[in-house]
């Protein structure tokens, strides 16, 4: 977090610093521009009478700042990281999904698939609307895994609180619903020191997803009944 705070004083400082150079320019264009000889002295005017039209100068001023922000950011970027995206690891993830994905909840014996969720609370909150509780799960698990796709490269930038608040929201969706074993592997992702060390794979947090929404299909299908 200090590295952030960090960070965010260098940008303000150098954008002050860029900020000032400009005015100082402007200054001393508007206030000796006119008296330089010959033809600097002529461009100088050209240039006063542009930056004193009430339009143009606001304009021309708007533009500086876009400019300034457009830069620091594109910096920033560069630096931290930020255009470089690890297709290997995003390849293999996407690869392992499908693997499991192609699999059915036939393809698991009873006992992981009840290792995954608990039933009996499933059947509780569902009432009389299986599919509907059975479509909000996995509503649940698609928003999941669309949060957990980024936690490889927030980490890689050194946020690790941001992913551990995201982690406890996750782990708070799982409790509603029952999901035992996503509690169980969020638990042991939230103690700082496993996440900072590098502890999170999201090989295996994406097994874990696939493996719940086939033990909801089991439900449904009333192999988990």
Known sequence: MSSERDQSKRQILWAAVILIGVALVVSTVLLFGRKLPGLWGEWASTLIGVMTTPFLMEASFILIGISIVAVLNHLAS???GDEWVDLEKFESIEREKK????????????TTLRSA????????LAADDAAGFARM??????ETREIAASWPHI??????DEV????HTCKGGAAIFGFARMIAMITELEKKTNIASGAYDAQVFEKELVLVEHAIDAWVGGLLA
């Open 78 to 80: 560069s630096r931290l």
């Open 99 to 110: 693997a499991m994905s192609d699999l059915s909840y036939g393809d698991f014996d009873e």
């Open 117 to 124: 969720v608990d039933v009996k609370r499933f059947a509780r």
């Open 137 to 142: 799960m996995r509503e649940y698990l698609a």
């Open 155 to 160: 980490l890689q930038l050194g946020k690790v």
């Open 164 to 167: 551990l608040m995201q982690l």
